[in-house]
């Protein structure tokens, strides 16, 4: 299905793995944005920086990846932050009550200018 479809891009910014996520994160590819998050943590990246600005929508399933991948992190001494987090898909995290769960920075400037 073309709606299920998720690109993804990463790229290195100094100490920083910028992961681009485009597209819509729900249960038919979640699975496929935490195996990226996995492997990038087992490569040993200490920082992964998600750019959101180009999601569209996020489900439960979505969330549920993202929270995994935090607790993978800190696990690892490691850590994920967001960015870009815009219109209804901030309206999901604040509905959620997960804007205090998760580092969110405004933009990818903002979060590079910080981290």
Do not use: P, W
Not at 3 to 9: F, G, N, Q, V, Y
Not at 14 to 41: F, K, M, P, W
Not at 70 to 87: H, K, P, W, Y
């Amino acid at each position: 299905m073309a709606d299920a479809a998720l690109k993804m891009e990463d790229r290195r910014q100094g100490q920083v793995c910028v992961l681009s996520i485009n597209g819509r994160i729900d249960s038919a590819n979640a699975t496929v944005l935490l195996d990226r998050l996995n492997a990038l943590l087992s490569a040993g990246e200490k920082t992964i920086l998600i750019d959101f600005k180009n999601v569209l929508y996020l489900t439960s399933a979505g969330f549920r990846v993202l929270l995994v991948a935090t607790d993978e992190a800190e696990r690892n001494s490691a850590r994920v932050v967001l960015c870009g987090v815009l219109g209804q898909v901030f309206e999901l995290f604040e509905m959620g009550g997960l804007l205090d769960v998760f580092t969110i920075h405004s933009s990818q400037e903002d979060a590079l200018a910080r981290l």
